[in-house]
């Protein structure tokens, strides 16, 4: 079953309307950005951010809110998408390189999202401070993105997986938007609380499938952190990389992969109490996704210490 299948998504006439939507929002705020805002716009494609693209119109369907409205918090999710993307990119550029040129699109796209969020809650409080909010702890994770590694797995736990949630936060706006809304307040809670679980396990996800590219770059990568857990005498003594595929190999990632599970599994939970169909297809999707996932790279860790020992047989 493709994604499309497996959740609720936009055909492609949709998908165009709303980004349209999107740049004709840009060029009324910042019109010396639409042609390098709409090639950013088309780069930030609905099969790579589902949820930012989905969430408003499945919340809103599910709580009948008009058409209207939901295409609006899609629009301002979508501007709002390529300002994280552009400001997480500049946060990431290594210390050596000093290129602040995304900046100006980034505010320009942020600028183009406030607006339309004004239109929708200008006369709602506490969206704003929600909005505050989740622009916080995004701005805290990314503060925080470059602090010391810790030790040990264990004790990278304590913050690290708040921050995880942290970093995604901005998608939580127009979702508590969409509740303010659908006088739905009372829900919010749970609702951020289902999203956080969310944001944690795909976190984690992308760092077990980033690991070589991470160690490699000399960036930060849990999954790798997580290796160096339980190493035995052997182990201690091989390249890190080295003792990933190991314990990939020998199944002694399996503490990891049920983490990542665990979390699919309580955002699911927290999904069911919120009635919403779609939200609810996606995060089964995304669990399921995630297991095949990690079996694939279980399976190409014993391909790659095959190879490796069939090239020390030979002569």
Request: net charge negative; proline share 5%; charged share 20%.
């Amino acid at each position: 079953m493709s994604q499309s299948e497996a959740f609720p998504t936009f055909d492609a006439a949709c998908c165009q309307e709303l980004r349209a939507a999107a740049e004709r929002q840009l060029q009324a705020q910042a019109p010396q950005f639409a042609v390098q805002g709409r090639l950013l716009l088309h780069a930030l494609s609905p099969d790579q951010w589902p949820a930012e693209w989905h969430l408003p119109w499945w919340l809103g369907q599910s709580l009948r809110l008009d058409e209207e409205r939901w295409q609006a918090l899609t629009v301002a999710n979508l501007l709002g998408l390529a300002h994280i993307f552009l400001a997480d990119r500049l946060n990431e550029r290594p210390a050596t390189v000093d290129d602040d040129s995304d900046l100006p699109l980034a505010e320009a796209f942020h600028q183009a999202a406030l607006a339309l969020l004004h239109d929708l809650f200008d006369d709602h409080p506490r969206f704003w401070q929600h909005y505050a909010q989740s622009m916080a702890q995004w701005r805290q994770a990314q503060r925080h993105a470059d602090d010391p590694v810790p030790l040990t797995f264990d004790e990278w736990q304590q913050d690290g997986l708040r921050l995880c949630a942290w970093r995604g936060a901005p998608l939580k706006i127009t979702a508590v938007g969409t509740l303010l809304l659908a006088h739905q307040d009372a829900t919010i809670p749970r609702l951020s609380q289902t999203l956080d679980q969310m944001l944690i396990a795909q976190v984690l996800l992308d760092h077990l499938d980033d690991w070589r590219d991470d160690l490699a770059a000399g960036r930060f990568n849990a999954f790798a952190l997580y290796a160096q857990r339980h190493p035995s005498r052997l182990a201690a003594q091989m390249p890190l990389a080295s003792r990933v595929l190991a314990m990939l190999m020998t199944g002694q990632s399996r503490g990891y992969t049920a983490l990542v599970d665990a979390h699919y599994a309580q955002a699911l939970r927290g999904s069911e109490g919120l009635n919403c169909v779609g939200l609810q297809r996606f995060l089964a999707a995304q669990r399921l996704d995630a297991v095949q996932r990690c079996g694939q790279l279980v399976d190409a860790a014993a391909r790659h210490f095959q190879r490796a020992i069939r090239a020390s047989l030979q002569p």
